[in-house]
């Protein structure tokens, strides 16, 4: 399994932008798929964002869609997601998680398929 640290998490206003970055741990990063996940206060957790090994497929959930892009740079073991044009309703703890498995170009991927986790950074974003 692969070790996660999620950093760049805060308080921002609305109509801002946050780079949330996941860094790995271990050589094996770029075999893995990478997805960012949220849980807000009292909600279950939601599919955000996926990118496939090589980056070459990224698949993006409605509710942030032309507004969150995912990328990821394997020589340094990282994936970031940029939150542009924040919203409150983004605020939640944001976890980004690793797979073996591929990724959906369409639909959000199962979050079971994910086997490591890291320990989430919280966005909050005000009004």
């Not at 070790?3 to 998490?9: A, F, K, P, R």
Request: glycine fraction near 12%; proline fraction near 3%.
């Amino acid at each position: 399994q692969v070790q996660l640290v999620e950093t760049g998490g805060g308080l921002v206003q609305a109509g801002g932008s946050l780079r949330l970055a996941c860094a790995a741990s271990g050589r094996t990063f770029s075999t893995y798929a990478m997805g960012w996940f949220r849980q807000a206060p009292g909600k279950e957790r939601e599919f955000v964002a996926a990118i496939n090994s090589n980056g070459g497929v990224r698949n993006h959930a409605n509710a942030v869609k032309g507004r969150f892009t995912i990328s990821r740079d394997n020589v340094r073991n990282t994936v970031y997601l940029q939150m542009n044009s924040l919203k409150p309703e983004d605020t939640a703890v944001y976890y980004c998680a690793a797979s073996i498995k591929g990724i959906p170009v369409i639909g959000a991927p199962d979050s079971r398929d994910f086997g490591s986790w890291g320990q989430g950074t919280q966005v909050t974003v005000s009004s």
